[in-house]
């Protein structure tokens, strides 16, 4: 198996990003494509480097972080697009890449096309629950979408979570304000009734609410990319008020900061929950081609765990599975 | 003043409710007028209660707690028909009900009119952030708005969080996915553009996103009641999550678990941050009257807290200052 990795994208790029796939290539047999600029690149990858599992692959130019999708579309040269491109090509099965995100989303979008059948391609992100990782998505590729969308994702999400996380039958859900039948807006009273719809290609629990997701009471929660978006930051702002609360309560109580000292495994626990770099990023589903959208911030962990889930996806024939599911009829009627 | 409380409203009703009253009533000078079925309320009311500050208005019917608003505007006797009743007909200042809240909010909107010049109300509620509590509106009121709702709850928000939360030239947020002009859904795209042309009739600072709300970067955060709703259910959900963690990771380590028992306190203060009986209910903002919407969960705290609140609002003038908010030329332009 090959994979490519865009070694110029994300805020810590391209030491971090090399530095991940030094760490995967200790572990895989799997090869990696580092695509960037050689000049930056050869220096972090001494020969032989990774059993000889590294490659360096040319791509001259580099997206900028901040730059606009539109804009990004006119750099055919950038390591974004090279990248996906060996993965259009047939060079490499799966491309990784934590550099701007909608750069990387136009690129796989034009360069892939979808899966035949589907309308848009969705972003789905492992969150942390009590029962452990679980799937979210849209988690942001589309800030708006019609109901028919939340109806392929559904079938999109299920056959993700067999895939990448081995559950059997998976539980999914629809993001919702109340668990009653007619509550909601319109997008999703319309999509529960899509939802229905599909019978038994999916096993649809019908609507959840906000606090169930992090439960684990489902294991695919399908929402629209900008509700999907306020999810997960929540989540983090959430978490990051508590750690702070915790952390002022103990400045002031001499007591509670023995306790916390003595308590920091798991005040340690609970933050690595909401640690990004845990979980291996998000995969840009529906498009022709395993992408794993990596985190700006992404380290070298991050970057190891985001290649792992693609070998794991391309191992699990995450695409052809998803074509299967798209393929039958009561898809089809949705 | 008076205000007047649905004593029959909430799952706890009557006990909690009436015990709530008493609670509030040794503290405050304000009057309360407990409406429900006298029969059921009488023993619950000594001779005397609250130096003769509690008193019994007669409402022989209740709304359950699972009735549609529709099959409740049919029952004006019931207990929350006619404690708004007493706001519209100028007996109370403020009503409280922690009963079936579609229910409240039908009964008050339509008993009360809307503030002239408003077309739709919003609930706004207290979260709490590291700075401490702050506003989010909608919190459900609305699952579809248009951008136009959102402009006017910005003229709310910001006089609530002055009126209420005592807060000069209180900072107003659009909740969106990103911070840049141009991101999010079309709805938000669109009010951003409203809310700038408000001007200086409130300091609006632009986009915000999930994890802003809750570290406290602005004081007031607007949102349809769709995402306002799922924001207060995620953070529900990432608390208890987190709370959970630990609590497992005690059980694994022993010397977490006395951590955990030093640290009980500084637990417990974060738990206390996203207990809804803290902050004494939301309040349907933009009605012609005050009213506090109670959790249904209410016990007698919350329902103290909750008449606080009212009692707040009053005292803060907080109907005519929006009258007022909504009166200036530039909110009319919106």
Redesign the interface.
């Known amino acids: 198996m090959r994979i490519a990795v865009d070694a110029m994208g994300g805020d810590h790029a391209p030491e971090e990003i090399v530095s991940g796939c030094r760490r995967f290539a200790a572990e895989s047999g799997t090869e990696l494509l580092l695509v960037g600029a050689s000049q930056a690149l050869a220096p972090l990858v001494p020969e032989g480097a990774g059993d000889g599992r590294l490659r360096i692959y040319e791509a001259p130019d580099t997206v900028g972080m901040d730059e606009s999708p539109a804009k990004a579309l006119r750099r055919p040269r950038a390591s974004v697009a090279v990248a996906v491109g060996l993965v259009r090509d047939g060079e490499a099965e799966a491309v990784v890449s934590a550099g701007n995100s909608g750069a990387f989303m136009a690129w796989a979008w034009k360069g892939l096309g979808t899966v035949p059948g589907l309308d848009r391609p969705a972003i789905a992100i492992l969150v942390?629950?009590?029962e452990g990782p679980r799937i979210l998505l849209d988690a942001?590729a589309n800030?708006?979408c019609r109901p028919a969308n939340l109806v392929e994702w559904g079938l999109l999400g299920s056959v993700y979570a067999e895939a990448v996380l081995d559950l059997r039958n998976p539980r999914v859900g629809l993001?919702n304000?109340g668990s009653e039948e007619g509550?909601?807006?319109?997008l999703?009273r319309s999509a529960l009734a899509g939802l229905r719809e599909l019978g038994d290609a999916i096993h649809f629990v019908g609507n959840v609410?906000?606090?169930?997701?992090?439960?684990g009471r489902v294991d695919v929660t399908l929402?629209?990319?900008?509700?999907g978006?306020?999810?997960?930051?929540?989540?983090?702002?959430?978490?990051?008020?508590?750690i702070?609360?915790?952390k002022r309560?103990?400045r002031r109580?001499p007591?509670?900061m023995?306790?916390?000292?003595?308590?920091?495994?798991?005040?340690r626990?609970?933050r690595r929950?909401f640690d990004k770099a845990e979980y291996g990023g998000a995969m840009l589903v529906g498009v022709n081609g395993v992408c794993i959208v990596g985190h700006g911030h992404s380290d070298a962990r991050a970057i190891c765990n985001a290649i792992a889930v693609g070998e794991r996806a391309v191992k699990a024939r995450l695409l052809s599975r998803i074509s299967e599911s798209l393929a039958q009829p009561a898809a089809v009627r949705a």
């Open positions: 942390p629950t009590l942001g800030a708006d993001l304000i509550k909601g807006n319109e999703v609410e906000g606090a169930d997701v992090f439960a929402c629209d990319g900008f509700t978006n306020v999810v997960l930051k929540v989540a983090e702002g959430v978490s990051e008020l508590i702070g609360e915790v309560e103990m109580r007591v509670a023995v306790g916390g000292l003595l308590a920091g495994g798991a005040l626990a609970m929950r």
